[in-house]
Structure formats: structure tokens, C-alpha cells
T-cell receptor, first 109, second 119 residues
Framework: RKEVEQDPGPFNVPEGATVAFNCTYSNSASQSFFWYRQDCRKEPKLLMSVYSSGNEDGRFTAQLNRASQYISLLIRDSKLSDSATYLCVVENSGYALNFGKGTSLLVTP | ETGVTQTPRHLVMGMTNKKSLKCEQHLGHNAMYWYKQSAKKPLELMFVYNFKEQTENNSVPSRFSPECPNSSHLFLHLHTLQPEDSALYLC??????????????????FGPGTRLTVL
């Protein structure tokens, strides 16, 4: 089983829609969890950390379910500028990050 | 310069060449990383340096040789590469210490990457 698994998509949604991405991880000892955003041919940039209690940043909501080893990202009121690849990232011991393959999102007018 | 910089941004080399990738971070961090991003594959961690000491080597072939002369600079020396080594090589840095993870302050910041093509 891969360490971090995501649905690659693509997810094609109209502007204003709500879209959710899911991610599962295999290492139950994983310490920290993140969502990164990667635009085409650019480096990944941190979108938000994911905390056990769930957290929200504007239109973005992240949730973590440690029992199911599952992380989610919800984007409300999608904008054209949200089009990107969203990487689910899990940090194990030694500070190393394990990346999922990413989920591609295309928001259309 | 701010953040994490990488040079060169693009590199084309033959299989017999020797070249080096350079990464520099201006964030005062104490840990640096090399990642490889191949087409249609997740980012793969290659090496981790913490306080200039290599703490992780993810079974990377010896034709890749990292060097970390100080906490701000990281090099990846390349020698007799194969065409399948063509990829985007990303450098990242972070501030690592116990307790920072829970504060969300151990974020890894990435450089723009070097796009490497091996002919």
C-alpha cells in the first residue's frame, strides 16, 4: 500500500461550486499533515496544515481523522484561480514529508 | 534574495557529464532537503540535512552526491546520470526543533526547482 494515496482526478467544477478532496495515509505513527498547492511547472506551496480538531482558512476547510487515517480538504465557492494540483502531505519521524501524487482541480467559468 | 533559491533553473547534460545543483536558503532554517519530482509520480524525498548532518538518505543511487557545507547552502552533485534521472529537483528548508510541529511552525519552504534533462 502506498504511503499517501489520493484520487488523481481531474476534478472539473464550475465557478462557485464546492469541491472536496480526500487522502488516506498508511503510517499510523504519522505526526503532521498538510495540504500543499502546486501550480503547473511551479514548486509546491503550503496551503494549510491539518489539525486534529479540523481547521478553516477562508474558503478552505481541512479535517483529519486519525482513526481512519484519512485527511480531507473542502473548497467552498471555487474560484478560477483555485485551479491547481492539491498535494496531500504527511510528515513522519525525521521531519521528512511524504507526498501523495496530487489531485488535479480545474475550475471553469 | 529571500526564501529558497535554486540554480540553475534548467540543466541539460549528457550521461558522462558532471554537474552540480545549488540551493540557498535565506530563512535562517536549520534543515534542508532534496526532493525529486518525476512526471506522474509523487514527490520523492532524496536527502535530509539537519544542522549540516545528513539524517536521511532514501536509497538514492550513488551517482547523486549531496553536500551541505553550512546550514544555508545545499548542493547536489551529479555524475554519470541516466535518462530516467530527468526530473524536477526541488530543494526545501525548514526550522526543525521539538514542539514546532504542534505549533505548525515547521513548514517546509520550497525553491523553484531545477528542471534536469539527461540525454
Amino acid at each position: 500500500r502506498k504511503e499517501v494515496e489520493q484520487d488523481p482526478g481531474p476534478f472539473n467544477v464550475p465557478e462557485g461550486a464546492t469541491v472536496a478532496f480526500n487522502c488516506t495515509y498508511s503510517n499510523s505513527a504519522s505526526q503532521s499533515f498538510f495540504w500543499y498547492r502546486q501550480d503547473c511547472r511551479k514548486e509546491p506551496k503550503l496551503l494549510m496544515s491539518v489539525y486534529s480538531s479540523g481547521n478553516e482558512d477562508g474558503r478552505f476547510t481541512a479535517q483529519l481523522n486519525r482513526a481512519s487515517q484519512y485527511i480531507s480538504l473542502l473548497i467552498r465557492d471555487s474560484k478560477l484561480s483555485d485551479s491547481a494540483t492539491y498535494l496531500c502531505v504527511v510528515e513522519n519521524s525525521g521531519y521528512a514529508l511524504n507526498f501523495g501524487k496530487g489531485t488535479s482541480l480545474l475550475v471553469t467559468p | 534574495e529571500t526564501g529558497v533559491t535554486q540554480t540553475p533553473r534548467h540543466l541539460v547534460m549528457g550521461m558522462t557529464n558532471k554537474k552540480s545543483l545549488k540551493c540557498e536558503q535565506h530563512l535562517g532554517h536549520n534543515a534542508m532537503y532534496w526532493y525529486k519530482q518525476s512526471a506522474k509520480k509523487p514527490l520523492e524525498l532524496m536527502f535530509v540535512y539537519n544542522f549540516k548532518e545528513q539524517t536521511e538518505n532514501n536509497s538514492v543511487p550513488s551517482r547523486f552526491s549531496p553536500e551541505c557545507p553550512n546550514s544555508s547552502h545545499l548542493f547536489l552533485h551529479l555524475h554519470t546520470l541516466q535518462p530516467e534521472d530527468s526530473a524536477l529537483y526541488l530543494c526545501a528548508s525548514s526550522q526543525e526543533s521539538p514542539g514546532l510541529a504542534s505549533l505548525g511552525e515547521d513548514t517546509q519552504y520550497f525553491g523553484p526547482g531545477t528542471r534536469l534533462t539527461v540525454l
